[in-house]
């Protein structure tokens, strides 16, 4: 099946600093990502919808300015927390799907630790 | 909000069945209906998807009711390595549920 990496897996950041995540889809061109965040033991919320070289579309009560959400090309997709705080610490996954496809494809998830 | 309602758990002696239910009342006519599943610290993994037909793949096997407002998800031969939590959504609303956490008893 197809494949997506996240890289970082885990990064730990001091408040008040920035951190991008990197979303790729390895061996297909994801037209559509999205961006998740999950708290333990909760569900999956989703954040983002984005589209190759349109810009993202945030779902309600997600800071835009915040979490800066890049799709520049057809295999990469970048999520940037903008001056972290510890209540932003979480479990973010992103996922990937292609033209005529309905399947989508997860990253592996990148934890994110805000001290 | 997401638009399925799944039980929060199940529980399952091993190698036997497991039917996890998911109501999909509110599903339009063209959305197809998708299972993942995600095990502790891992990005969740495609399961199987499905519109009107049952459908089997390697994993599993999906029912769909008739009226589509809800599907079944069946394992034939639960595995301690099925021990997940399973999500179903609508393809075209990507909003997560709070799934069913599948527990497997040897």
């Known amino acids: 099946g197809a494949v997506v990496s996240q890289h970082p897996s885990w990064v730990i950041c001091k408040s008040g600093t920035s951190v991008k995540i990197e979303c790729r889809s390895l061996d297909f061109q994801a037209t559509t990502m999205f961006w998740y965040r999950q708290f333990p033991k909760q569900s999956l919320m989703l954040m983002a919808t984005s589209n190759e070289g349109s810009k993202a579309t945030y779902e309600q009560g997600v800071e835009k300015d915040k979490f800066l959400i890049n799709h520049a090309s057809l295999t990469l997709s970048t999520l940037t927390v903008t001056s972290a705080h510890p209540e932003d610490s979480s479990f973010y996954i992103c996922?990937?799907?292609?033209?005529?496809?309905?399947?989508?494809?997860f990253g592996p998830g990148t934890r994110l630790t805000v001290t | 909000d997401a638009k399925t309602t799944q039980p929060n758990s199940m529980e399952s002696n091993e190698e036997e069945p497991v039917h996890l239910p998911c109501n999909h009342s509110t599903i339009s006519g063209t959305d197809y209906i998708h299972w993942y599943r995600q095990l502790p610290s891992q990005g969740p993994e495609y399961v199987i998807h499905?519109?009107?037909s049952n459908v089997n793949n390697r994993m599993a096997s999906l029912a769909i009711a008739e009226d589509r407002k809800s599907s079944t998800l069946i394992l034939h031969r639960a595995t301690l390595r099925d021990a997940a939590v399973y999500y179903c959504?609508?393809?075209?609303?990507?909003?997560f549920g709070a799934g069913t956490r599948l527990t497997v008893k040897p």
């Open positions: 499905g519109l009107t």
């Open positions: 996922s990937a799907s292609f033209r005529g496809t309905y399947e989508q494809y």
């Open positions: 959504i609508h393809v075209n609303d990507m909003r």
